[in-house]
């Protein structure tokens, strides 16, 4: 580790990973909900809550996720240190009790926004939100401004402002339905399928460049076409929400046009991936780190790139809109492009945080083979359950609980996924925290090895 405040990191990944436990936790509450509907009082702990907790709790860790590699990895860029350690603190401490205060309020009924789907947060938290994102784009902005820029920080930076903008939108709540979906899907999509796209290629490019040793401007040129591809497809690639709100027909050609492109990005960042690799012929000794990376790029590729296109075209999503085909898309573009990237950050990371060899290869990369079988199979079996509620409930004009009936055996079989995807989460958790005593005799003799 070059830089003191690189620490900053450790606590907004801790934190992370306390709230990614969470999720998958209520991720099976809620699989174990659609098999055992009265198993879990609905007056004590209903669906809606824990759904809520869940989508929340993933946006919550993996935002916790950008900001903890932002402060890892500014500083190597900047060459300098974090502009002030005490406002890096401060805002994660805002954000993150913010976090738990809508989480007790959930699952108190004291407060929630049920319409507005990863939006429910209070008027308060969001407040809380939007200072905590100031402060951190004021003190990441001043330490790059003060130091080196590259194409790297750039592109972070414009992610990292992107989020904090769109995220405005969802203070605007238009008591028109139409309207306010409109503007919903500026945070929504524009975040997921936008800005937070750049992150993902900033942290990606500076995970390949330090594992593979590839020289900065042939990573630049990638990060450059990658981003460009991203901006160009995502933003009227907003166009495929439009279809059934009550917006013009015209977003149904542009919507399916500029949304089918949106698995160029994807695409680009495979080749990237395993271009850098071959090209580095470099053999470092973190090999967890480099398996979630391409695993990252591979997985974010199907998920959000080819399980998105399934779908994405007006005339198949006038039948698929709603159904279990996009929850199978959603799992896997989520997990693929933001979970894996986050994990891989991580475990590049934290021997150099703790001064270590990189240690627990092997329960580390055993816990992404777990972890992407159990979501991958999920998304499987979710894919095979939406092509037949499809065919049954849209086609044949089946009733909707008749239709989820004849689902139960893919929900079973979603549900024995989650408890595979949460032991692959708790591997991770502990592959990555806690060294075997050898490593940590080692690490007292040699710091981890420079990248």
Same mark, same amino acid.
């Given at each position: 580790?070059?830089?003191?405040?690189?620490?900053?990191?450790?606590?907004?990944?801790?934190?992370?990973?306390?709230?990614?436990?969470?999720?998958? !936790?209520? $991720? =099976?509450? &809620?699989?174990? @909900?659609?098999? /055992?509907?009265? +198993?879990?009082? #609905?007056?004590? %702990?209903?669906?809606?809550?824990?759904?809520?907790?869940?989508?929340?709790?993933?946006?919550?860790?993996?935002?916790?996720?950008?900001?903890?590699?932002?402060?890892?990895?500014?500083?190597?860029?900047?060459?300098?240190?974090?502009?002030?350690?005490?406002?890096?603190?401060?805002?994660?401490?805002?954000?993150?009790?913010?976090?738990?205060?809508?989480?007790?309020?959930?699952?108190?009924?004291?407060?929630?926004?049920?319409?507005?789907?990863?939006?429910?947060?209070?008027?308060?938290?969001?407040?809380?939100?939007?200072?905590?994102?100031?402060?951190?784009?004021?003190?990441?902005?001043?330490?790059?401004?003060?130091?080196?820029?590259?194409?790297?920080?750039?592109?972070? !930076?414009? $992610? =990292?402002? &992107?989020?904090? @903008?769109?995220? /405005?939108?969802? +203070?605007?709540? #238009?008591?028109? %339905?139409?309207?306010?979906?409109?503007?919903?899907?500026?945070?929504?999509?524009?975040?997921?399928?936008?800005?937070?796209?750049?992150?993902?290629?900033?942290?990606?490019?500076?995970?390949?460049?330090k594992l593979t040793g590839v020289d900065r401007e042939v990573v630049e040129k990638w990060l450059y076409v990658i981003v460009a591809?991203?901006?160009?497809?995502?933003?009227?690639?907003?166009?495929?929400?439009?279809?059934?709100?009550?917006?013009?027909?015209?977003?149904?050609?542009?919507?399916?046009?500029?949304?089918?492109?949106?698995?160029?990005?994807?695409?680009?960042?495979?080749?990237?991936?395993?271009?850098?690799?071959?090209k580095g012929r470099r053999d470092h000794p973190n090999k967890a780190a480099l398996l979630w990376s391409l695993g990252c790029s591979?997985?974010?590729?199907?998920?959000?790139?080819?399980?998105?296109?399934?779908?994405?075209?007006?005339?198949?999503?006038?039948?698929?809109?709603?159904?279990?085909?996009?929850?199978?898309?959603?799992?896997?573009?989520?997990?693929?492009?933001?979970?894996?990237?986050?994990?891989?950050?991580?475990?590049?990371?934290?021997?150099?945080?703790?001064?270590?060899?990189?240690?627990?290869?092997?329960?580390?990369?055993?816990?992404?083979?777990?972890?992407?079988?159990?979501?991958?199979?999920?998304?499987?079996?979710?894919?095979?359950?939406?092509?037949?509620?499809?065919?049954?409930?849209?086609?044949?004009?089946?009733?909707?609980?008749?239709?989820?009936?004849?689902?139960?055996?893919?929900?079973?079989?979603?549900?024995?996924?989650?408890?595979?995807?949460?032991?692959?989460?708790?591997?991770?958790?502990?592959?990555?925290?806690?060294?075997?005593?050898?490593?940590?005799?080692?690490?007292?003799m040699k710091p981890a090895p420079a990248a």
């Open positions: 580790m070059r830089y003191e405040t690189q620490r900053i990191a450790q606590v907004y990944w801790l934190g992370a990973l306390l709230i990614f436990a969470v999720q998958v !936790l209520f $991720g =099976l509450i &809620g699989g174990t @909900i659609y098999v /055992l509907p009265n +198993l879990i009082s #609905p007056d004590i %702990l209903p669906f809606n809550t824990v759904r809520m907790i869940h989508t929340n709790a993933m946006i919550v860790w993996l935002l916790l996720g950008f900001f903890g590699a932002a402060h890892y990895l500014i500083p190597e860029e900047a060459e300098r240190e974090i502009y002030s350690p005490k406002l890096a603190y401060i805002q994660f401490a805002i954000f993150f009790l913010g976090a738990l205060g809508a989480v007790v309020g959930y699952l108190f009924h004291i407060y929630a926004d049920h319409a507005r789907s990863y939006l429910q947060q209070p008027m308060w938290v969001k407040l809380g939100i939007i200072v905590a994102a100031l402060i951190f784009l004021f003190n990441i902005s001043m330490t790059v401004l003060q130091g080196r820029k590259t194409a790297i920080t750039n592109v972070l !930076l414009l $992610g =990292l402002w &992107g989020i904090a @903008i769109f995220f /405005l939108f969802s +203070l605007y709540n #238009p008591a028109n %339905l139409a309207l306010d979906k409109m503007y919903w899907w500026y945070v929504v999509h524009l975040w997921v399928e936008g800005v937070w796209e750049l992150v993902m290629a900033s942290i990606l490019a500076f995970i390949m460049m591809t991203s901006l160009f497809t995502g933003v009227l690639g907003t166009g495929h929400h439009y279809y059934w709100i009550g917006a013009p027909a015209y977003w149904q050609w542009i919507g399916s046009v500029f949304s089918s492109l949106e698995v160029i990005p994807f695409f680009g960042m495979v080749v990237f991936c395993f271009a850098m690799v071959w591979v997985l974010a590729f199907f998920g959000a790139g080819v399980w998105g296109f399934l779908h994405t075209l007006s005339s198949v999503n006038y039948y698929t809109h709603g159904t279990q085909v996009t929850a199978a898309h959603g799992h896997l573009a989520f997990y693929g492009a933001y979970v894996c990237l986050n994990l891989a950050i991580m475990s590049y990371a934290f021997p150099h945080l703790k001064n270590r060899m990189p240690y627990n290869q092997v329960l580390n990369m055993a816990s992404f083979w777990i972890l992407s079988s159990g979501v991958v199979f999920m998304t499987v079996v979710l894919t095979f359950a939406g092509v037949l509620q499809t065919h049954l409930e849209r086609v044949n004009g089946m009733p909707y609980m008749d239709v989820q009936e004849q689902l139960g055996f893919f929900y079973l079989l979603r549900l024995g996924a989650g408890f595979v995807t949460v032991i692959g989460a708790l591997l991770f958790i502990y592959a990555i925290l806690v060294p075997r005593e050898q490593e940590v005799i080692a690490g007292d």
